[in-house]
């Protein structure tokens, strides 16, 4: 069966560090994958969404970008956060006309 | 660009009562729709999965319909218990994303 695992589950950073979230998927190949924010009492904003290795669309111009190195590895990257960049971050994935499916998220808090 | 909306935000009921929650998106041209369920500072868990050739979808006591020519998804669960107390969010697929209503938060009284 498929999973989905996201790391770190929490995470406090200061301002100007760098940042790498990690996100796999096992038991599929070539799924669709997608970073999505949430911030605090606030709806999911999608930040990026990946349909192949190497292939990477931003929504939202921002302090962030993403990779995918491998097809069932997606990063989510910053080199320097700002305080703005606090959020729930989650990953997920889908392929064809099936259900997305999300990990359990990662709590980041920017000091 | 689509916008998808539910309503209500928030909902307080006793247990046993049905519940009964809206979704609505402006670009009908979706691929199918989706509803979540969100427990506080956890990830997503699928619910139920409509096509948009469905009309509706059932899950044990979940029930979700689906009028893409309107542009709007209602998401019923029969005889509701402390347990369904979670955030139920409502997702819409086209142009490879899915796009996310706020939620609507529900409270069930014991």
């Known amino acids: 069966s498929q999973t989905i695992h996201q790391w770190p589950a929490t995470l406090v950073q200061p301002v100007g560090s760098p940042l790498s979230l990690e996100c796999t998927v096992e038991?599929?190949?070539?799924?669709?994958l997608y970073w999505y924010r949430q911030a605090a009492g606030r709806g999911l904003q999608l930040l990026f969404y990946?349909?192949?290795?190497?292939?990477i669309s931003s929504e939202v111009p921002q302090n962030l970008s993403a990779s995918r190195p491998q097809d069932r590895q997606f990063i989510l990257s910053s080199k320097k956060l700002l305080l703005s960049d606090s959020g729930f971050y989650l990953c997920?994935?889908?392929?064809?006309?099936?259900?997305?499916?999300f990990g359990q998220g990662t709590r980041l808090t920017v000091v | 660009k689509q916008e998808v909306t539910q309503i209500p935000a928030a909902l307080s009921v006793p247990e046993g009562e049905n519940l009964v929650l809206n979704c609505s998106f402006t670009d009908s041209a979706i691929y199918n729709l989706q509803w979540f369920r969100q427990d506080p500072g956890k990830g997503l868990t699928s619910l139920l999965l409509i096509q948009s050739s469905q009309r509706e979808q059932t899950s044990g006591r979940l029930n979700a319909s689906l009028d893409k020519s309107s542009g709007r998804s209602t998401l019923y669960i029969a005889a509701s218990q402390p347990g369904d107390s979670a955030t139920y969010l409502c997702?819409?697929?086209?142009?490879?994303?899915?796009?996310f209503g706020a939620g609507t938060t529900v409270t069930v009284r014991a």
């Open positions: 990946s349909v192949g290795i190497g292939q």
């Open positions: 038991g599929t190949s070539n799924p669709n």
């Open positions: 997702a819409v697929f086209n142009d490879y994303k899915l796009s």
């Open positions: 997920a994935w889908r392929q064809g006309g099936t259900e997305a499916f």
